[in-house]
């Protein structure tokens, strides 16, 4: 994670992880989403919890699995196959991870009243967002550097549209939610 | 598979085994107070299929686990998704999930309860409340912070069924509990009784489903018991500070030993931190040292 560059260019080398290789990390991070959901809501890993609500946001890591495709295919990346490519991808998903990892921490550990306030706009745990919110595109610049091959520039565009995928399902999720729109619209009003 | 990847996944799978006893919860008994049914309710929780995290049958589950008798999937500008917790609810043996929707306009948020069809959000905020009352339902000013002040004019207050006293936002937020006071104030000052209202709006993961919650004193315990208590007032809230907000002698019996049995939520039993540590330790060393590699020939 610290020297992702030479990181990458070192894994992909490695063989072919096979079909294997095309799931075994976007499941983990399923689970891994079933897992906070189950330890948040009842303070306890509940398998019941974790299987079913890691199903419900499985649409997360197959949205992710979508925008590798498309990179892959925008920048050339053919000569990578694409189970290696989706896992090389899901690599640099580790700041994101620990920080949900940390947030889970914390509502297991403190009151709920007490990790609402952490969250909140003004809140201290908010803020630490920002250390995944920079490096993760630190981690997949690298990665379309080294796994893709591609150039500086083809990276930064890379990067600009693995951005617009994850920004527009974020604003698609939150309008199908009933919610963006209200809200755009008090902006605009105010 | 190296030994600390075994390790790691023994913590994990230990954790989930301990998570998993005793799950789902069983159901409670609500507490009576001569004729009257005393419950415990939250009328404004999310669920997945909108901008919630869990699916509305895990949340009659989870509530269940936070001591709630009765409460409302209030999904933004739809009902399809409280319908499907009502029909789950009713297949797993409660608590009740009555069918809600947060109405999201721009200038207020109102809780709609009790409902058969969507309200829209396209007009103001005394129509949507009329069109609530038209299918049965009751109406409560959502978290009504400063911000959704205007949205609510004297003409709306006049025929709102309930306002929240008690959301997270004061949790979160410095100065929110006092506005949520100053609007109820505001609109009990119209000669027009508000039943105080605390909700969870709960999305998840963070909080709880019933961290502000609202205790109702049935004739009857059905969902058609439940929008009459909320009608004719028979409910005590506590805000953020313990304030409690309510009929004298409802709040003053809550305060009873037998009262107070109600009032707190479960406390969360040994097994969650059992279940919790080990699993967060598995969880933490799997993501760390990720699947095994392949290593070149």
């Known amino acids: 994670m610290l020297h992702p560059f030479t990181a990458y260019q070192e894994l992909a080398r490695e063989p072919d992880p096979g079909a294997w290789g095309l799931v075994r990390r976007p499941l983990f991070q399923a689970c891994l989403l079933g897992a906070i959901a189950s330890v948040g809501i009842s303070g306890r890993l509940s398998l019941r919890l974790v299987l079913s609500t890691g199903a419900a946001w499985s649409f997360a890591p197959a949205l992710q699995m979508a925008s590798v495709l498309a990179l892959r295919r925008a920048l050339g990346g053919r000569h990578v196959s694409l189970p290696r490519s989706v896992d090389l991808y899901f690599m640099g998903q580790g700041p994101w991870c620990l920080w949900l990892l940390a947030l889970t921490a914390t509502q297991a550990f403190v009151p709920p009243e007490r990790s609402v306030s952490l969250l909140a706009p003004q809140g201290p745990l908010l803020w630490t967002a920002l250390l995944p919110l920079l490096w993760s595109p630190v981690l997949t610049f690298s990665f379309l550097r080294a796994a893709f091959q591609a150039s500086r520039r083809r990276a930064a565009q890379g990067l600009l549209l693995h951005g617009a995928i994850t920004w527009g399902f974020v604003l698609a999720f939150f309008q199908l939610s009933g919610q963006l729109a209200p809200r755009l619209a008090a902006l605009l009003k105010e | 598979m190296s030994p600390p990847r075994i390790a790691a996944a023994a913590l994990l799978l230990a954790g989930l085994v301990a998570g998993s006893i005793g799950d789902p919860p069983a159901a409670h008994t609500p507490l009576r107070r001569g004729d009257e049914i005393v419950i415990t309710a939250d009328f404004h929780v999310h669920a997945f299929l909108g901008d919630g995290t869990f699916w509305p049958w895990d949340l009659v589950l989870e509530g269940r686990r936070q001591g709630l008798d009765a409460f409302a999937i209030t999904n933004h500008n ?220």
């Open chain 2, 78 to 297: 739809q009902t399809v998704v409280a319908r499907i917790g009502r029909w789950a609810s009713q297949r797993l043996g409660g608590p009740i999930v009555l069918v809600g929707e947060e109405i999201t306009a721009p200038r207020y948020h109102l809780i709609g309860v009790g409902l058969k069809d969507t309200v829209s959000a396209r007009q103001p905020a005394a129509l949507a409340i009329r069109a609530v009352h038209a299918q049965g339902g009751v109406a409560i000013a959502a978290h009504p912070n400063a911000a959704y002040w205007a949205g609510f004019e004297d003409e709306a207050l006049k025929e709102l069924d309930g306002a929240e006293v008690c959301h997270p936002g004061a949790y979160a937020k410095a100065g929110a509990m006092e506005e949520f006071r100053r609007f109820y104030e505001h609109a009990e000052s119209l000669g027009h009784h508000i039943t105080p209202i605390g909700s969870s709006d709960f999305h998840g993961p963070l909080g709880a489903p019933g961290l502000c919650r609202t205790f109702l004193f049935l004739r009857e315990n059905s969902e058609a018991g439940i929008l009459a208590a909320l009608r004719s007032g028979r409910s005590v809230v506590y805000a953020a500070d313990g304030t409690a907000y309510g009929d004298p002698e409802l709040v003053a019996w809550l305060s009873s030993p037998a009262g107070l049995a109600a009032r707190n939520p479960p406390p969360r039993d040994g097994r969650a931190a059992v279940s919790a540590l080990p699993g967060f330790l598995g969880l933490a060393g799997l993501l760390l040292l990720g699947p095994s590699r392949t290593r070149p020939t």
